[in-house]
């Protein structure tokens, strides 16, 4: 119930270079901002965590920010914003030398789908020397194509990834059937379903077996974990019982989204909320082949050579976590609806 | 020969669409071929709107021009006129300016530029051929204007105030060109003008308006003897010239100071 | 015999010929020097504070770094794809603006009616932010060639109209009532008098155009491209390949200076007198 609102998408505040680095007063509640950038389940941790006072309870005073990876990065890195749900983004970032580290991973697969308007494209074979959308070059869209495609033995690089947007350029790119094929997370197949925009195309691929990547999560700025290490724990904290909420009460879950992403439409809220939960880590890290392969993965797309490539120590850090979480088991904490 | 046949002409003011605010009131005059006739006035007397009439730019609300029995409905070849702004196309060299009257009649592209040449030395312009307006002076371009009229070899020459942007030395150097120029040709020239020595050094004939609305005084016949360039500070020094100009002066501040004190 | 007085051109006094070789440079080349100061603190600048990380190469380039990529652009051929995409999609764009937009323009400055009829459309329409229209254009004309085309007709339509318009409506009437009197037909009078007359300001809204029909083509570009100079800017972004973003962006500027300086050379030789007519007042 809290007064906190989303921003407007493209909060131009993020962009003024007037970084409030410092921590509010120990005895005032701790301010925060969050980036996310869509509204689904892959971030019902976080308005669990806002919706049942889990942030109040931990002295957080927490602001979403409705902003992309493209925005939340630079704004890690200059200060605007505290935590990022964008981690991909931030990898990218950091793997050129950004001061930023991952903190925590939500999911170590997609909900994503490849989905063809084509009739004679039936298998991720297919292709091959096609063109593919993505919402941008490089993201997580991409990278989990390209995996999948190298899982098949096929070449990541015979295919022509385009970029598409979000928003209503992506719907209608989609709708006007001009690309080949799409790769769309689960919620806007849903959607999209909903509104009769897919009633001429059909799966090809359900990338949420066939890769294994690290997905979703929350990145900060090495400068913040320095400063403020308590304030990142008890995010994490947080958020850790968010997920264990989420887990626990479906029913509950489903009725905050709804409030959240502010739609009615509780069958596709369900959909996506089965889902993610499938794709969810068992408590909030990755081990540490999933994240080289991923990164070796994304150094190819930014044409880095592999010596290049930086230590995996150096872009992840779950120390924080681990403690939370050690902290908190021994505790017995468990969520009640 | 031109007959103006009761012509009366006015215009709607805006925004009343009723009343008609007069200009023109019944006027009616004859121009023998060949002679040169002045429209002399004060301002508001309607006489340049009556050129344009005479012209074909403006179709009054009653009367008629009639130019050898056939009348007037638009601009025609066999006139042509010459401005008070001159109103040369500035990106257009003088030559390229006298050409433009020629290029409208439809002067076959081969013998226009004879045709303009020789109007340009007719002004005394030779040497200006490749000269943009903007680089002349205003008695230049009122030359090339003439010269624009000029090459279109009308019958009828029509002059709005033509020195009136010239300054008063110049002015007078004009007009002794103009007569050195029309004397070796027979055209037949209507003069606007504000200026009674002009009128009376150019012309065989006066005719004089009043304003409110504009209406005819009277007619002078100006029987100085031709030609009147050689001799000119002569003929403006001698009686007859000061008597036109007293009778003219006279008549015309009766009719300024009536309208004046009305 | 006749002493005859030196006179130094610029400054119309006599001046001893002892006077440094400097000084004397420096005052007939001011301007021109005075400029290479400026690009000079400019780059330097620029250039050290990416550098020292002062500014995290992250977000900028140094000078040296987008030079030296520039050159590997174009030593590899790797650039000319793009710059053709985008050419292409500009070229068409320019063209098609130019080709609507002079006649509506004429058309709105000769005919009131006209004018005070499309008037409200077309303000409301210049006014709107252009790049709403993208998904409407991809919706009717797909992600090829067309939209991008659509999006930068758009971007440069409005411009030109409003241009050609004013022009067309300040000319001189006399010079029309002139025309008139030589026995013109309308045909004539537009050819003659209005489009030679509008010229200035037509080529003032080509210029203006260009500039906006620039940023079109990189903001259609922003979606469904593969190839162009805004693709490479945006992909570069996505990817943190910062030096191949501001090549991107170097290279639009520098054609968007080229075009510019090339419109104005061509306004001074098409309507030199308006120069003289604004001197002589």
Same mark, same amino acid.
């Given at each position: 119930?809290?007064?906190?609102?989303?921003?407007?998408?493209?909060?131009?505040?993020?962009?003024?270079?007037?970084?409030?680095?410092?921590?509010?007063?120990?005895?005032?509640?701790?301010?925060?901002?969050?980036?996310?950038? +869509? #509204?689904?389940?892959?971030?019902?941790? +976080?308005?669990?965590?806002?919706?049942?006072?889990?942030?109040?309870?931990?002295?957080?005073?927490?602001?979403?920010?409705?902003?992309?990876?493209?925005?939340?990065?630079?704004?890690?890195? +200059?200060?605007?914003?505290?935590?990022?749900?964008?981690?991909?983004?931030?990898?990218?970032?950091?793997?050129?030398?950004?001061?930023?580290?991952?903190?925590?991973?939500?999911?170590?697969?997609?909900?994503?789908?490849?989905?063809?308007?084509?009739?004679?494209?039936?298998?991720?074979?297919?292709?091959?020397?096609?063109?593919?959308?993505?919402?941008?070059?490089?993201?997580?869209?991409?990278?989990?194509?390209?995996?999948?495609?190298?899982?098949?033995?096929?070449?990541?690089?015979?295919?022509?990834?385009?970029?598409?947007?979000?928003?209503?350029?992506?719907?209608?790119?989609?709708?006007?059937?001009? #690309?080949?094929?799409?790769?769309?997370?689960?919620?806007?197949?849903?959607?999209?379903?909903?509104?009769?925009?897919?009633?001429?195309?059909?799966?090809?691929?359900?990338?949420?077996?066939?890769?294994?990547?690290?997905?979703?999560g929350i990145a900060t700025s090495d400068r913040y974990l320095q400063s403020n290490p308590d304030t990142v724990k008890k995010f994490l904290r947080a958020t850790v019982k968010g997920v264990a909420y989420m887990r626990a009460f479906k029913d509950q879950t489903i009725q905050i989204l709804s409030k959240y992403e502010n739609t009615t439409n509780l069958r596709g809220i369900d959909v996506d909320y089965?889902?993610?939960?499938?794709?969810?880590?068992?408590?909030?890290?990755?081990?540490?082949?999933?994240?080289?392969?991923?990164?070796?993965?994304?150094?190819?797309?930014?044409?880095?050579?592999?010596?290049?490539?930086?230590?995996?120590?150096?872009?992840?850090?779950?120390?924080?976590?681990?403690?939370?979480?050690?902290?908190?088991?021994?505790?017995?904490?468990?969520?009640?609806? | 020969m031109i007959e103006v046949c009761a012509v009366s002409h006015g215009f709607v003011p805006v925004g009343d669409g009723e009343s008609v605010v007069p200009v023109l009131k019944d006027i009616s005059f004859a121009v023998e071929a060949g002679s040169f006739v002045s429209l002399l006035g004060p301002s508001g007397c309607g006489k340049t709107t009556l050129l344009r009439v005479i012209d074909g730019l403006i179709v009054p609300l009653r009367g008629e021009i009639r130019i050898d029995g056939a009348v007037v409905k638009k601009p025609a070849t066999d006139r042509a006129m010459v401005f008070q702004e001159f109103n040369l196309l500035p990106w257009r060299t003088t030559i390229r300016n006298i050409e433009f009257g020629l290029e409208l009649h439809d002067v076959p592209r081969r013998e226009r530029p004879a045709r303009a040449r020789a109007a340009l030395q007719k002004v005394g312009l030779e040497r200006f051929g490749h000269y943009f307006p903007h680089e002349l002076s205003g008695g230049m371009k009122q030359r090339v204007g003439l010269a624009r009229a000029l090459a279109t070899n009308p019958r009828i020459l029509l002059m709005d105030e033509p020195f009136g942007a010239l300054d008063p030395q110049i002015r007078e150097i004009m007009q002794l060109d103009l007569l050195k120029l029309l004397d070796a040709e027979r055209r037949t020239i209507v003069l606007v003008t504000h200026s009674i020595d002009e009128a009376i050094f150019l012309s065989d004939r006066i005719i004089i308006f009043g304003a409110n609305p504009g209406r005819i005084l009277t007619t002078i016949e100006v029987d100085l003897p031709r030609p009147r360039w050689a001799k000119d500070e002569e003929i403006k020094a001698s009686s007859t010239f000061i008597a036109y100009r007293k009778q003219i002066w006279h008549l015309l501040k009766q009719e300024l100071q009536h309208t004046e004190g009305a | 015999?006749?002493?005859?007085?030196?006179?130094?051109?610029?400054?119309?006094?006599?001046?001893?010929? /002892?006077?440094?070789?400097?000084?004397?440079?420096?005052?007939?080349?001011?301007?021109?020097?005075?400029?290479?100061?400026?690009?000079?603190?400019?780059?330097?600048?620029?250039?050290?504070?990416?550098? /020292?990380?002062?500014?995290?190469?992250?977000?900028?380039? %140094?000078?040296?770094?987008?030079?030296?990529?520039?050159?590997?652009?174009?030593?590899?051929? /790797?650039?000319?794809?793009?710059?053709?995409?985008?050419?292409?999609?500009?070229?068409?764009?320019?063209?098609?603006?130019?080709?609507?937009?002079?006649?509506?323009?004429?058309?709105?400055?000769?005919?009131?009616?006209?004018?005070?009829?499309?008037?409200?459309?077309?303000?409301?329409?210049?006014? %709107?932010?252009?790049?709403?229209?993208?998904?409407?254009?991809?919706?009717?004309?797909?992600?090829?060639?067309? %939209?991008?085309?659509?999006?930068?007709?758009?971007g440069g339509v409005f411009v030109i109209i409003v241009n050609t318009e004013a022009g067309v409506s300040s000319i001189d009437r006399r010079l029309v009532e002139t025309a008139r009197s030589f026995t013109a037909t309308e045909a004539e009078v537009l050819f003659k008098i209005v489009l030679p007359a509008a010229m200035p300001f037509i080529l003032a809204g080509m210029r203006l155009a260009i500039g906006r029909v620039l940023i079109m083509v990189v903001v259609a570009e922003l979606f469904a491209s593969t190839a162009g100079l805004g693709y490479l800017i945006y992909q570069a972004g996505a990817l943190y390949d910062t030096a191949q973003l501001f090549v991107g962006v170097v290279i639009i500027a520098t054609a968007g200076i080229v075009l510019n300086v090339f419109l104005r050379w061509l306004e001074r030789r098409v309507a030199p007198w308006r120069r003289a007519e604004r001197l002589s007042g």
């Open positions: 119930m809290s007064a906190n609102a989303m921003k407007p998408f493209g909060c131009l505040v993020l962009l003024a270079l007037c970084g409030a680095l410092g921590a509010a007063p120990a005895n005032a509640a701790e301010k925060l901002r969050f980036s996310i950038p +869509s #509204l689904s389940a892959n971030y019902a941790p +976080s308005f669990i965590a806002m919706d049942k006072g889990y942030f109040a309870e931990e002295g957080l005073d927490v602001e979403f920010v409705n902003a992309g990876g493209g925005i939340a990065t630079p704004g890690l890195i +200059s200060g605007t914003v505290e935590m990022s749900g964008s981690p991909a983004s931030a990898l990218s970032a950091i793997m050129r030398g950004a001061p930023l580290k991952i903190i925590y991973t939500m999911s170590e697969s997609t909900t994503y789908q490849v989905w063809s308007t084509q009739a004679d494209i039936k298998t991720l074979a297919d292709l091959q020397g096609k063109s593919v959308g993505v919402a941008t070059r490089g993201d997580t869209y991409e990278i989990a194509l390209r995996m999948a495609l190298r899982n098949e033995r096929l070449s990541p690089d015979a295919v022509g990834y385009t970029a598409m947007g979000f928003g209503s350029a992506a719907r209608a790119i989609i709708e006007s059937k001009s #690309l080949p094929a799409v790769v769309l997370p689960s919620y806007d197949v849903e959607q999209l379903r909903g509104s009769g925009s897919l009633s001429n195309a059909h799966l090809i691929a359900d990338l949420a077996d066939k890769v294994r990547l690290p997905y979703n089965t889902e993610v939960l499938k794709t969810l880590t068992k408590d909030g890290t990755v081990a540490e082949a999933m994240q080289r392969d991923d990164m070796e993965m994304r150094a190819s797309l930014l044409k880095m050579p592999a010596d290049k490539i930086i230590p995996a120590n150096r872009v992840y850090d779950f120390a924080p976590l681990r403690e939370v979480n050690a902290a908190l088991s021994a505790s017995g904490w468990k969520p009640t609806p | - | 015999m006749t002493e005859t007085v030196k006179l130094d051109v610029g400054m119309g006094l006599a001046r001893p010929s /002892s006077h440094s070789v400097f000084l004397r440079i420096w005052r007939s080349h001011r301007a021109a020097i005075s400029r290479l100061a400026a690009f000079v603190v400019f780059f330097g600048t620029w250039e050290w504070s990416v550098e /020292s990380g002062l500014i995290s190469p992250l977000f900028l380039s %140094s000078p040296s770094e987008i030079v030296l990529r520039l050159y590997q652009v174009f030593a590899d051929g /790797s650039i000319w794809q793009h710059i053709e995409a985008s050419g292409a999609t500009a070229f068409w764009g320019f063209v098609l603006s130019v080709g609507v937009g002079v006649p509506v323009g004429v058309a709105m400055g000769r005919s009131p009616l006209l004018r005070d009829t499309l008037e409200p459309f077309i303000m409301a329409i210049y006014a %709107s932010p252009s790049v709403a229209f993208l998904p409407l254009l991809i919706i009717w004309l797909g992600i090829g060639l067309a %939209s991008k085309v659509a999006l930068a007709f758009v």
